[in-house]
């Protein structure tokens, strides 16, 4: 099943903060962040693992609730380079290690 | 490095035509994916390859769609035949060897069909 994206938009101004959380009904392995552009590919933000590990991007963080499912996004100090929609993608426990895509957030970070 | 390498980027086709779409994955990776993207379904996993097996296909729309990966740097997705409701953005991504689940996956720019 499709894991659950909040909000399905948000618009804020430059400089503001914004949280993304993302929801499944399954136990997971580990939740990917993708970020994609109108008109462009889908680019890797940040991978959580279930126990604790992380790997990705600098300036996002992200956690990971095991026992809730659930997976947030943190964008502090959002700059205009952050809009765009992203995209949560689950991977269950046990998988053969592919991805269920969220249907994504809009964000618009305004001047 | 080149990255995923898509093609053709735009296809236009009449409904019943056969429609191929290639990807060469990144040197090195082990696993193949293969997208489509809708306004109205999002990002739909269609078929999975890792080593060059498919290893989940259950995706894939009907008998209409097959995929083949005849090595570890190329892979097709074939529409025979096309209609009008396979218009979508069909990306092709990679993954790094090792089937950890910690690599990320690498999409290729996609290609645009629109079928008439």
């Known amino acids: 099943q499709q894991p659950v994206q909040s909000p399905q938009a948000v618009i804020l101004r430059e400089g503001e903060d914004a949280v993304i959380n993302c929801s499944s009904s399954?136990?997971?392995?580990?939740v990917h962040w993708y970020r994609q552009k109108h008109g462009e590919a889908p680019v890797f933000l940040m991978i959580?693992?279930?126990?604790?590990e992380q790997k990705g991007h600098e300036k996002i963080s992200a956690s990971f609730n095991e026992k809730k499912q659930q997976s947030s996004l943190y964008l502090t100090a959002s700059q205009l380079s952050y809009s765009g929609t992203y995209f949560c993608?689950?991977?269950?426990?046990?998988?053969?290690?592919?991805?269920?895509f969220g249907s994504g957030t809009q964000l618009t970070v305004l001047p | 490095d080149a990255g995923v390498i898509q093609s053709p980027r735009h296809e236009v086709t009449e409904m019943g035509q056969e429609v191929t779409l290639r990807c060469k994955p990144i040197?090195?990776?082990?696993?193949l994916f293969w997208y489509r993207q809708t306004m109205m379904r999002g990002l739909e996993l269609l078929i999975y390859f890792n080593n060059n097996v498919p290893i989940d296909d259950s995706g894939m729309p009907e008998d209409r769609f097959s995929a083949k990966m005849p090595n570890a740097s190329f892979s097709t997705l074939k529409i025979q035949p096309s209609e009008p409701r396979d218009s979508a953005v069909y990306f092709c991504a990679s993954r790094a060897r090792g089937g950890v689940s910690y690599n990320e996956q690498f999409f290729g720019p996609g290609t645009r069909l629109t079928v008439l």
């Open positions: 993608g689950t991977e269950p426990a046990g998988s053969a290690r592919q991805l269920t």
């Open positions: 959580l693992l279930k126990g604790g």
């Open positions: 399954k136990a997971l392995y580990s």
């Open positions: 040197s090195g990776h082990n696993s």
